[in-house]
């Protein structure tokens, strides 16, 4: 049952990255690699989280640098940017629910102004929201650009012909 619950996250992760790799218009050839990256990465949060205990922000951070050394590791073999394969793969990953209570809270905080304990209760849920989105969407960036600062030369070679010289080098 675990396995299934895995599958299918990775599954509905991975046709979300088509998805959203198909709005940024990729190489054909690098649909099946944003849907693996996709797939790998959310099914590694989902299973960090519901199976390890860990919180939704290292488990992001996590499966985005998985996504992120997937990325070098793919954009090498088809000769393409990081970028083109990564970000289609981690926006699956934007923490929606978080956002939309935000937005709610801050709407609901707005109508009860008169009403000072409801007026508390969702300016509380409001930076909640607002720190838990924020935190997860800066994992996922730092997550997913740490690989270009580990392997700085791997990560500007993938799209340049090894025959050209850069800046003047030798």
Do not use: C
Request: aromatic share 18%; proline share 5%.
């Amino acid at each position: 049952m675990i396995v299934l619950s895995i599958l299918s996250d990775a599954f509905f992760a991975a046709i979300a990255g088509i998805g959203f790799g198909a709005i940024s218009d990729p190489p054909i050839k690098a649909f099946r690699y944003i849907a693996l990256l996709a797939a790998v990465g959310h099914a590694s949060r989902y299973f960090l989280m519901m199976f390890v205990g860990i919180d939704i922000t290292t488990a992001s951070f996590i499966a985005s640098f998985i996504i992120g050394m997937g990325s070098l590791w793919f954009g090498k073999k088809i000769y393409s940017p990081m970028t083109v394969l990564y970000i289609p793969a981690l926006l699956p990953m934007i923490p929606g629910k978080y956002a939309y209570n935000m937005v709610f809270s801050l709407i609901m905080f707005l109508q009860s102004m008169e009403y000072p304990v409801k007026k508390n209760y969702y300016m509380d849920l409001f930076f909640s929201n607002t720190m838990i989105a924020a935190t997860v969407i800066f994992a996922l960036a730092v997550g997913a650009t740490f690989p270009m600062f580990l392997f700085p030369k791997q990560a500007s070679s993938l799209t340049r012909n090894r025959k050209w010289k850069l800046f003047g080098e030798r």
